[in-house]
């Protein structure tokens, strides 16, 4: 089911030195290009940013972690060999660690990818001293980990059965229960030292954005053997800063790279005044410019609220409940406005949704029945009251998971699948979903039937139980909110063992 694209509400606080442009949060390393500008200033360690999460982290290994909070942290931390055009509309690829974009031959079976030179890794003991240099080799070794069976990789759909001679490594792998990482591959080969060719089994002109995910990273070998039983707590990349302190759930620490390589800010802007304002305030500086940056997990949205409000952290987005006082009429409120507090809004290229376990007992299945089911639940779900009471009118329905701004997307497009609890009712009448005597449904076999949803302990998310009850009533289906801490939700989803659960996409396709 899909539910809404998030209106992107950003408060800005400038705080004495701490002026944050607009659009120029999310960039703090990443979109860059490489230009022969003269030598900039490199970052300002008096310079702070203070981030607050909504939701905790789970780790930073870039195969084995999906959340986007952690992805935030990774992707300062750890580099592609392509990424994006930070201003560029549409988005277009560009070069990161590699040389220029890559060479396709062979109607769009090979890639050829030159690494830069004098990129290299954050110092680690795992290096034993030593000065540690990015090359090919630790793309090649990245992408092998997507398909060692024992790192159960979440992203390994991404390159499974493209590779050629991948897939038989991962199988052989299955059956000695042992991944060779020393073995020759046919589709990974390493041209030199700094030259990597992939070689895929069919046509597929869209790898070169595979390429610029961030799960493409590079990791060291070295480091990973070193510290094989928590790979998630050793975060050690090439990237403009490095994670220097981290208590789990609640707080990390991002200081800039010194020895990061010079990387100037060279974007062309559009006619948007926001690009301009972007583009006066950096061409020319060096990346990184801030020294550090203090994130904290706040979970609840009113401390989050405050905190900014209190000058505790820098900028606030998707202040849900807070709306009609943070931005009322859709403009900043005129205390905040004398603060210098200002607005940037922005439709994410995301989509939330509620997905369903089709192993769950209760769910599950392919039978005309469960069928039924899942559509009437779906059916039941008023997304437009979501949107208007808990999300304060901060988010756009969706009607496909391509979302505005996404290559694809349609704006005349309609789901077939509507609010309308009425038809629920009569499908569930129809498929044997008899009332009993109080009132609630039970399974066409005459057993007890409830729609457990997993959940987290946060006031925000009682709002989204109380509407799911609300919704699911009416339709005579009894209903239980099941919580437990989001990075436990993970870890349960993962392994299939819950019902049904809301999650979000970032369209990083």
């Given at each position: ?26 960039g ?25 999460f ?17 992805s ?8 592609t060999?392509l990424t994006?055009d930070?201003?560029?509309?549409p988005a277009k ?10 060479e ?7 890639y ?14 795992a290096?034993?001293g ?13 992408i ?23 897939d038989?490594?991962?199988a ?8 060779d ?18 070689h895929l089994?069919?046509?597929d ?6 390429m610029?995910?961030?799960a ?6 070295e480091v990973?053997e ?15 800063y490095?994670?220097?302190s981290?208590?789990?759930k609640?707080?990390?620490i ?8 010079e ?14 304002a972007a ?5 020319g ?9 203090e994130?904290s997990v ?23 409940s ?7 009429q859709n403009?900043?409120?005129p ?11 922005s439709?994410?290229?995301e989509m ?9 007992p ?15 639940v779906?059916?039941?779900?008023d997304?437009?009251e979501e949107?208007?009471?808990i999300?304060?009118?901060q ?6 998971p ?7 997307y349609d704006?005349k ?8 609890p009425?038809l ?6 129809y ?10 449904r039970?399974?066409p ?9 997993t959940s ?5 998310r ?22 437990g ?18 999650s ?6």
């Open positions: 089911m899909l539910h809404y694209a998030p209106f992107n509400l950003r408060y800005e606080a400038m705080l004495g030195p701490r002026i944050l442009l607009a659009r120029g949060i999310s703090l390393c990443c979109c860059l290009l490489f230009s022969a500008l003269p030598v900039a200033q490199a970052a300002d360690p008096n310079k702070v940013l203070r981030v607050a909504e939701i905790e982290e789970t780790g930073f290994d870039p195969v084995r972690v999906t959340d986007n909070y952690s935030q942290v990774m992707e300062q931390v750890f580099e060999l994006y930070y201003l560029a509309r690829l560009v070069a990161k660690t590699a040389e220029s974009l890559p396709v031959g062979d109607n769009g079976k090979t050829l990818f030159h690494v830069r030179k004098g990129i290299y890794f954050h110092p680690d003991s290096f034993k030593k000065r540690r240099e990015l090359t090919a080799a630790d793309y090649a070794y990245s092998k980990r997507f398909m060692d069976p024992k790192n159960r990789s979440p992203w390994r759909f991404l390159i499974d059965g493209k590779i050629i001679g991948l038989e490594l991962s052989k792998a299955v059956k000695a229960d042992r991944f990482y020393d073995a020759s591959v046919r589709g990974l080969e390493l041209v030199d030292r700094y030259t990597l060719r992939v089994k069919e046509t002109y869209n790898f070169a954005y595979i610029a995910m961030p493409m990273s590079a990791v060291a070998r990973i070193t510290y094989a039983d928590d790979t998630n707590a050793h975060p050690i990349g090439t990237g403009a490095i994670l220097t981290w208590v789990r609640s707080k990390m991002l200081e800039a790279n010194p020895d990061y390589r990387v100037i800010w060279d974007f062309a802007g559009s006619d948007d005044p926001r690009d301009r583009v006066a305030a950096m061409k500086k060096r990346i990184p410019q801030i020294g550090r940056v994130i706040v979970a609840e949205e009113q401390s989050r609220w405050l905190a900014f409000q209190n000058g505790q952290i820098d900028y606030i987005d998707r202040f849900g807070f709306a009609p006082v943070a931005i009322p403009k900043v409120a205390d905040l406005a004398a603060r210098g507090i200002a607005l940037d809004r439709v994410e290229t939330t949704y509620t997905f369903f376990n089709m192993e769950d209760v769910v599950g299945g392919m039978s005309k029945e469960r069928i039924a089911l899942r559509r009437a779906a059916m039941a779900y997304n437009d949107i208007r009471v999300r304060q009118n988010a756009m329905p969706l009607q496909s391509v979302p505005p701004g996404v290559v694809g704006p497009y309609r789901s077939i699948i509507r609010y309308d009425a629920a009712n009569k499908l569930l009448d498929f044997g979903y008899k009332r009993g005597a109080d009132g609630y039970n399974n076999d005459g057993s007890r039937l409830t729609i457990v949803l987290e302990p946060l006031a925000i009682r709002d989204y139980d109380e509407l799911w009850k609300k919704s699911l009533d009416v339709i005579g289906l009894r209903f239980e909110a099941r919580k801490p989001f990075s436990d939700n993970i870890k349960a989803a993962e392994a299939c063992q819950l019902a049904m659960w809301g979000a996409w970032h369209s990083d396709y």
